[in-house]
């Protein structure tokens, strides 16, 4: 979800989970190896930094 409120997450997205990407926050994953896992966390952390910094969660 954080990808509605600021696009500019969605370039710091390799290409192996854009790939994945479907519509704007949706991913299709069917098989997940370490590095892909390793991408979707630092995805998360991003998102929940970007919501700490706006003050949307506590």
């Known amino acids: 979800m954080p990808v509605y409120t600021?696009?500019?997450l969605k370039e710091v997205f390799?290409?192996?989970?854009?790939s994945l990407l479907k519509?704007?926050?949706?991913?299709?994953?069917?098989?997940?190896?370490?590095?892909?896992e390793n991408?979707?966390?630092d995805a998360l952390k991003k998102g929940y930094d970007l919501?700490?910094?706006?003050d949307w969660i506590s």
Not at 14 to 18: D, G, M, S, Y
Not at 51 to 54: A, F, G, I, Q, W
């Open 6 to 8: 600021d696009t500019v």
């Open 14 to 18: 390799k290409p192996e989970l854009l």
């Open 23 to 36: 519509g704007k926050s949706c991913f299709h994953i069917k098989k997940i190896d370490p590095d892909l």
């Open 39 to 41: 991408q979707i966390t």
């Open 51 to 54: 919501y700490k910094k706006r």
